[in-house]
């Protein structure tokens, strides 16, 4: 299958799927979630694959949402919503939670391999692989997005901190929160990666399916997929008070306000850093 916007191989039983718009860091179009999807099925399907590696093309895992490319206005229009909180909720539950969930629940094991900006949505794709390699100064951005996974990727007193203050964290605070896995340089990051997940590929694929079906069946007797679904209401209900008067955050640009806080935070952080 060929796609537009996602790269494909296969390697020593390991499926490589890449995002692949780097001129725009990998932001999410409608497009690139639609085959990502595709491509993940592919890769679950095929009985030559053992474990499914997903990473971004260039220097950047995913900047987040796509909030106006050409391509993406030009899909918009092309593939229009309904108008109104029902467009809004069964696109935004389709791309973000169904996709999401499913990824979640894939039958075999996939791997995410964060370098650069891993914001808002380019967490949420690394969140539903089981494993987060990252680069140490990789670039984490969380939200109460759509597929919010943040309080079972930490734990819910850090996750407040964290959200509350809206702030990055790099690749190593992210694996001291156990967001990742394991961190390293940059420049072996990918190495390290495919080396782990070329030695899983060998293991035996129903006992691993089995051990990930057990694992996540203990988030789910807990309420894992409620929450989500609960959760996204909640986002649909946060991003529409952006708009109201009294929203305390001026928006700059095409950022969404928080977004921009966290630039901001970021920084006066490293102006902190310089000064000391």
């Known amino acids: 299958m060929r796609y537009e916007t996602i790269l494909y191989d296969v390697q020593e039983r390991v499926a490589l799927v890449t995002l692949n718009r780097p001129q725009y860091r990998n932001a999410q179009s409608r497009l690139l979630l639609e085959e990502l999807d595709a491509a993940l099925a592919q890769a679950n399907k095929d ?20 909030l106006g490319t050409p391509e993406e206005k030009a899909d918009a229009e092309a593939r229009p919503i309904e108008a109104g909180i029902r467009g809004r909720y069964e696109r935004s539950h389709e791309l973000f939670v169904d996709f999401s969930l499913r990824w979640r629940n894939l039958s075999k094991p996939t791997v995410a391999v964060v370098e650069g900006y891993c914001i808002f949505g380019g967490w949420m794709i690394a969140s539903a692989m089981d494993i987060i390699y990252a680069a140490e100064d990789a670039m984490f951005l969380g939200s109460n997005f759509q597929y919010f996974t943040i309080p079972w990727d930490m734990h819910p007193r850090k996750a407040k901190e964290l959200l509350y203050d809206s702030r990055f964290i790099d690749g190593v605070e992210a694996a001291e929160l156990e967001l990742v896995n394991r961190v390293f340089p940059a420049d072996v990051l990918m190495d390290e990666a495919m080396a782990y997940a070329t030695r899983v590929a060998q293991n035996d694929p129903f006992q691993l399916r089995m051990i990930k079906l057990a694992v996540n069946q203990a988030q789910d007797a807990q309420g894992f997929q409620g929450h989500i679904n609960a959760a996204h209401a909640y986002h649909l209900l946060s991003a529409t008070g952006e708009g109201d008067p009294g929203f305390a955050l001026k928006k700059v640009g095409k950022r969404r306000p928080m977004v921009q806080r966290a630039h901001e935070n970021y920084e006066r952080r490293k102006a902190n850093k310089e000064d000391s």
Do not use: K, Q, T, Y
């Open 47 to 66: 009985r030559e694959v053992g474990v499914i590696v997903v990473r971004g093309a260039g220097e950047h895992f995913s900047a987040g949402h796509d």
